[in-house]
């Protein structure tokens, strides 16, 4: 196969759905070789939010130590190569190829799903390019993610609310187990996790296993100095040393837990501060975008991939601090079918009451037309549009040069907006 071919293969997987269990990916690997026994020192990410900052955070920072680090991550926004990297580089196409090449009987014969092919193929990408350190972001909770199949040296749990409650439990603590399951025996735990129901499950799982766990609460006192568009400053106070001044190019206060937990446990790896620092400082070249990332200026628009409650909300509280520099906001919504779109819907009421709604190009979209219905009862002004290169487009006319400009609420809608831009 070349990398289209492989492509058209294995985005049709995603016909099997979610399927949750090791099995299949357990069958898959044994057939490609075993490589995730090959991965080096293996760093294993869950969390309900703020897992693809923490990965992108803690894997620059490794390659900036000088350590060749592997980074896996989903979904991706633009092209399938994305979600795979080695010191920031994506993996090529024709690795791509090579690699579906050699599964495509196996895939095939065990209803392999998409998620479950990526994971075997990442891991194949990683054991090959002789990582020495293997940052992995979970897909969906974590202990029947087709991730867990690695034994992880050190486990980091950024947070933990609500999210996909159909698959992982309805309360904080039952999803807190689903995630915690990726810790495993003699791992080093890292959590910024404060609600103390889940806070018990992550102990419980840890004292199970014979694992030790450190809190962010416990090790650092987070000290923040500047928000900005794209620019976050604040310091570390900790018991053995400080880390002051430290910056990252992203919006919002809400992420200094995350890159917090990435320089506290890069340290405890045994990394130095200067590699710390240059590693924030490159994050977004190890493929972090489109959370409040500003696409264009005058007027601002930011892309945001927020799509549940709490993180839209931390996006919100983020842009009311920013508010007075802008006339007016206007918001891009998509959303997907399982989420809970009523609480992201009230949370944006504290930031605009315009909203222009869109169809997304996936068969799990929430259509523009209902969710339109559903802004209007919360006293929103609605522009429903088909499509995004439409909605862009309204946005643009309504819109003037002191305004204010969010499109949120899907990995697909940011997809969609980026390779609109590409073009």
Not at 47 to 53: D, H, P, Q, R, Y
Not at 93 to 104: D, I, P, W
Not at 383 to 391: H, I, L, P, Q
Request: glycine letters at 8%.
């Amino acid at each position: 196969m070349n990398y289209q071919e492989a492509i058209d293969f294995l985005f049709p997987l995603h016909r099997f759905g979610m399927k949750p269990g090791l099995e299949r990916i357990e069958k898959l690997l044994h057939a490609a070789g075993e490589p995730q026994k090959r991965l080096g020192r293996v760093v294993h990410i869950a969390g309900t939010n703020g897992k693809g900052a923490v990965a992108c955070a803690l894997a620059a920072i490794c390659s900036a130590a000088g350590y060749r680090t592997g980074l896996y991550t989903s979904p991706h926004l633009v092209s399938y190569t994305e979600r795979v990297r080695i010191n920031g580089d994506m993996i090529s196409e024709s690795r791509v190829a090579e690699y579906c090449t050699v599964l495509k009987s196996d895939i095939i014969a065990g209803k392999v799903t998409f998620f479950e092919a990526a994971t075997a193929m990442a891991f194949m990408c990683f054991s090959a390019g002789q990582t020495e350190v293997s940052v992995i972001e979970t897909g969906m909770g974590g202990r029947l993610d087709a991730t867990n199949v690695v034994d992880a040296d050190y486990v980091i749990i950024p947070s933990i609310s609500r999210d996909h409650t159909g698959w992982l439990g309805e309360t904080v603590a039952e999803i807190a187990a689903e995630k915690a399951a990726i810790i495993k025996k003699g791992a080093r735990v890292y959590t910024a996790v404060r609600d103390q129901a889940a806070l018990r499950v992550i102990f419980d799982r840890a004292d199970a296993v014979g694992a030790k766990v450190s809190t962010l609460q416990g090790m650092a006192e987070c000290v923040v100095h500047s928000v900005k568009v794209g620019k976050l400053e604040f310091s570390l106070r900790t018991s053995d040393g400080n880390i002051k001044n430290l910056e990252a190019p992203v919006t919002g206060d809400f992420h200094v837990s995350n890159l917090s937990l990435a320089a506290l446990a890069a340290r405890e790896m045994g990394i130095d501060e200067p590699a710390i620092r240059q590693g924030l400082l490159s994050m977004r070249t190890f493929g972090y975008r489109a959370r409040l990332e500003r696409l264009s200026r005058r007027p601002d628009v930011l892309l945001d991939v927020s799509h549940n409650p709490d993180g839209i909300e931390k996006s919100v509280q983020t842009l009311l601090g920013l508010r007075e520099a802008y006339r007016k906001v206007f918001v891009v919504l998509g959303l997907v079918r399982d989420k809970e779109s009523g609480d992201i819907v009230r949370h944006l009421r504290a930031l605009t009451s315009d909203i222009i709604t869109v169809d997304l190009l996936s068969e799990r979209a929430m259509r523009a037309e209902d969710l339109g219905d559903l802004c209007r009862n919360e006293g929103f002004r609605v522009t429903v549009t088909a499509t995004v290169r439409e909605a862009l487009d309204v946005a643009d006319s309504l819109a003037g040069e002191d305004d204010l400009v969010l499109i949120t609420g899907s990995f697909y809608l940011a997809g969609e907006v980026l390779r609109l831009l590409d073009g």
